[in-house]
Nanobody, 118 residues
Framework: QVQFVESGGGLVQPGGSLRLSCAAS????????VGWYRQAPGKARELVAT????????NNADSVKDRFTISRDNTRNTVYLQMNSLKPEDTAVYFC???????????WGQGTQVTVSS
């Protein structure tokens, strides 16, 4: 199993930006598609963006379309989530995980807290 450690969250004002990082534990990282998820208080975990193993294919949820960009650097075993034009409704704990058959396949880490508030 590939393990991931999330970082880069914090407190930001509406309209601001953050870049989250997801560091993978194994060099076989490039074989896996990866998804970024978030879970807001009182809500179910939501898949917000995915990227193929090679990075050639990405998808965003409608709620973050044109605001978030997922990318990866396989030489550094890292997946990123660039978040721009942040809104209060983006407030959540953000997690990453490997995807097999479009479902999470790895162990969940502690996530990183993103709080968007004025």
């Amino acid at each position: 199993q590939v393990q991931f450690v999330e970082s880069g969250g914090g407190l930001v004002q509406p309209g601001g930006s953050l870049r989250l990082s997801c560091a993978a534990s194994s060099r076989i990282f490039s074989l896996y598609a990866v998804g970024w998820y978030r879970q807001a208080p009182g809500k179910a975990r939501e898949l917000v963006a995915t990227i193929s193993g090679s990075g050639a294919s990405t998808n965003n949820a409608d709620s973050v379309k044109d605001r978030f960009t997922i990318s990866r650097d396989n030489t550094r075993n890292t997946v990123y989530l660039q978040m721009n034009s942040l809104k209060p409704e983006d407030t959540a704990v953000y997690f990453c995980n490997s995807l097999v058959g479009n479902r999470p396949a790895g162990s969940w880490g502690q996530g990183t807290q993103v709080t968007v508030s004025s």
